[in-house]
């Protein structure tokens, strides 16, 4: 891996330097991208210095995972395929896809899922090349409070689209759907393929998945027999903190014939909880598009930033 030096060690405006560039050009677009979010971040005169960290936080991160991307392209671990018109043309190689789907309220989508998809495709343990992202939009006793799906929907395509083709695809798959019924549209949309798909979960939400593998299985199975689709399924389960009691619901989920791995890196990342309730907007991407939508907060001073308060 390569080495990742910072501009000004020991200055709290100090942000991580990006290579000169990555070998393949497909990495090396999103990186130019993705520099240029976190260079107009740094160049803007309402980010305080806070804030500048806290963004370079993430953005070491997202070069770390780039790196990794890289380097799998390099050993050809991971094909980018062609995502422009996915999924109405769909141009798999040899008739096979290999697809990581990501599920979520994503209330909102932000630098932490979006971290955790990247690391997931710089990962060994994946097998997939791109990831698609999709907000659950079924109502949620337990979540009365959350966004409607057209709004998160859009929240996370202003941070992806444009920016992280051929990695990552935000599609609208979610309306009034769970995730069974997600993942049950995704395999339909394969017709006469053969589709590889990985599962990617929080370990927060590993127990849950547990609990229905089963019935999922089942409908899974039959959305995938009825539509003629060639249908491997495997979870990957990401943690979020170091309490693990995780073999047990791995053991259940193998059980029914699904592979199930534990990633044994930890996301230690805040949550959306902590854009809602603390008003912590430095855990989402400020493309130009999130910039616009929120310049008067930042203008005006009516926001923090979420490590102030370990100060």
């Not at 160049?43 to 953005?59: K, L, M, Q």
């Not at 389960?237 to 693990?244: A, G, H, T």
């Amino acid at each position: 891996m390569a080495s990742f030096e910072w501009d000004t060690p020991g200055k709290p405006c100090s942000r991580p330097r990006w290579p000169s560039r990555f070998s393949h050009a497909s990495v090396d677009i999103v990186a130019r991208k993705l520099k240029k979010v976190f260079d107009q971040n740094a160049n803007t005169g309402y980010f305080s210095c806070a804030e500048i960290r806290d963004y370079s936080y993430y953005e070491n991160l997202l070069i770390q995972g780039l790196d990794g991307i890289d380097r799998k392209m390099t050993s050809g671990l991971l094909v980018p395929m062609d995502l422009s018109e996915y999924p109405k043309i769909i141009r798999a190689d040899r008739g096979k896809i290999r697809a990581c789907i990501y599920i979520g309220s994503f209330d909102p989508f932000q630098l932490t899922h979006l971290t955790v998809a990247v690391r997931f495709l710089a990962s060994e343990m994946s097998i997939s090349d791109f990831v698609i992202v999709v907000p659950e939009g079924s109502p949620d006793p337990a979540k009365p409070l959350k966004t409607e799906y057209a709004f998160r929907l859009s929240i996370a395509r202003m941070q992806v689209e444009g920016i992280l083709d051929p990695f990552i695809k935000v599609l609208d798959l979610g309306m009034q759907a769970d995730t069974i019924e997600i993942v049950r549209r995704f395999i339909g949309m394969h017709s006469g393929l053969s589709l590889e798909l990985t599962h990617l979960i929080g370990s927060d939400v590993l127990p849950i998945a547990a609990k229905y593998i089963s019935e999922d299985m089942r409908i899974w199975k039959k959305e995938a027999q009825e539509s003629g689709v060639d249908w491997r399924h495997c979870i990957h389960v990401v943690q979020r903190d170091e309490e693990s009691a995780a073999r047990p619901y791995l053991e259940k989920i193998e059980a029914e014939n699904v592979c199930a791995m534990l990633d044994p890196h930890i996301v230690a990342t805040p949550s959306s909880t902590d854009f809602r309730t603390k008003q912590a907007f430095t855990i989402v991407l400020p493309t130009a598009s999130i910039r616009d939508k929120m310049e008067i907060i930042f203008r005006y001073r009516m926001h923090k930033s979420w490590s102030s308060d370990q100060e």
